[in-house]
């Protein structure tokens, strides 16, 4: 495989629109964005060509919270959700993933995230982790929030810390201040965002203690990154004025769209995303992820439990794609929700936009339907024309 790519003729979203437009890749770098891009270096090097007429050239997909470890065990151990193959990020778009440990602290933990993290990472795509799970005290790998997120180079904030959930330790204000105080001054000591992923259930108190933090203590709206913000209609009220009051929310997509928001009264993340933008809030305060691997009660018409499902992070193009499809949002715009945007809020150097400089994360979509065609993670072909190419090392056919 060729240490030079250049993707000819794409229409190339950076994920603002740029034009057609070719896209020279260096090794793992974008080199150039431009028009009939030479790559004639002599010698040795020759360019391999990419086609990428008809397509769609956006950046690599940031999933921000993902269960890479597996989750679940909610019912018991035999309910403990596998873990993330490489397939399901590259066959979904996602080169960069931020892998994170829910209800189960125990059974999961920071040493196997960790570990899973570098695997995943050793196989071509680009690994972060937040340090904790539910719990409070957060469990931390070192004994320290701060020392995790300041001495662990893939450890880039702290969450899924949940609140006004049955599941949650029920922190209390004092509690909860502290973990996003030490986010934050750990997070200025070593470059990183310090992000508080905040897991929100379904109760009633909804954001109450993230925004008791942002009114009586000076820690910012932007300390916290909360989820799962579309889960019922009343969250997502308050959420979208957290959003206007200067917040990132991040919704948590769906595999099976129409079932959520028909049986489960969801918010179908594209007319939320409608109604945040209508509010005339930035399109750069959202963030969609794919909560994938973790488990999922599955019910049926009459609402009765039927058992339990996996979340798949092929939620994430679909979710963009009903944006654009059915509500006319474009692709730009839709697309900041799993590119740029989680790289700003996240501090993702060199992640989630197609310029020069930047790591050679790249999705082409057919401009038709919006398809998965090719994955470039970090200058390598991950899969191409819809098949994997780059294997998992348990799972060559
Ligand atoms: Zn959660």
């Known amino acids: 495989m060729g240490m030079v790519k250049i993707i000819r003729n794409a229409k190339v979203y950076q994920p603002e629109y740029a034009g057609v437009k070719d ?4 090794g793992d770098k974008i080199a150039a964005v431009g028009e009939n891009l030479k790559a004639d270096f002599g010698g040795a090097l020759k360019a391999e060509e990419i086609n990428g007429e008809g397509m769609a050239a956006v950046p690599g997909f940031i999933d921000g919270h993902e269960h890479i470890l597996g989750g ?24 960069t993933v931020v892998g ?5 602290g125990v059974g999961r933990d920071m040493t196997a995230l960790l570990a899973k993290a570098h695997g995943l990472e050793n196989e071509g795509v680009t690994t972060y982790t937040y340090t904790g799970a539910y719990q409070v005290p957060v469990p931390t790998l070192t004994g320290s929030l701060m020392k995790d997120i300041m001495m662990l180079d893939k450890v880039i904030g702290v969450g899924e810390v949940a609140i006004s959930d049955h599941r949650s330790s029920q922190p209390s204000f004092e509690e909860f201040a502290r973990i996003a105080a030490d986010a934050r001054v750990a997070g200025m000591l070593s470059g990183k965002a310090g992000i508080v992923n905040v897991h929100l259930g379904d109760s009633p108190r909804k954001l109450d203690l993230i925004l008791k933090v942002v009114r009586d203590t000076e820690i910012p709206a932007s300390q916290f990154l909360p989820t799962h913000v579309n889960r019922n209609a009343a969250l997502f009220d308050e959420c979208l004025e957290f959003a206007k009051d200067g917040g990132t929310i991040d919704f948590t997509g769906n595999e099976d769209i129409d079932y959520w928001e028909t049986i489960c009264d969801e918010v179908r993340v594209c007319k939320g995303i409608r109604r945040l933008l209508d509010m005339g809030i930035s399109s750069d305060r959202f963030t969609i992820s794919s909560d994938g691997q973790g488990s999922m009660p599955v019910f049926n018409t009459k609402g009765e439990y039927q058992g339990i499902g996996i979340g798949k992070a092929s939620c994430l193009l679909k979710e963009v794609r009903e944006c654009v499809q059915k509500e006319n949002i474009p692709l730009e715009t839709a697309v900041k929700g799993i590119t740029s945007n989680p790289a700003a809020i996240l501090k993702l150097n060199g992640k989630g936009h197609i310029k020069p400089g930047f790591d050679a994360d790249i999705c082409l979509l057919t401009e038709e339907g919006l398809k998965l065609d090719t994955v470039i993670a970090r200058g390598r072909i991950m899969v191409e024309k819809g098949k994997q190419t780059v294997f998992g090392t348990f799972e060559r056919s």
């Open 72 to 95: 679940g065990g909610e019912g018991g151990f035999h309910t403990r959700t596998p873990e993330a193959g490489l397939k399901d990020l590259t066959m979904n778009g996602i080169t």
């Open 100 to 104: 994170c440990i829910g209800t189960d």
């Open 23 to 26: 896209i020279l890749i260096l």
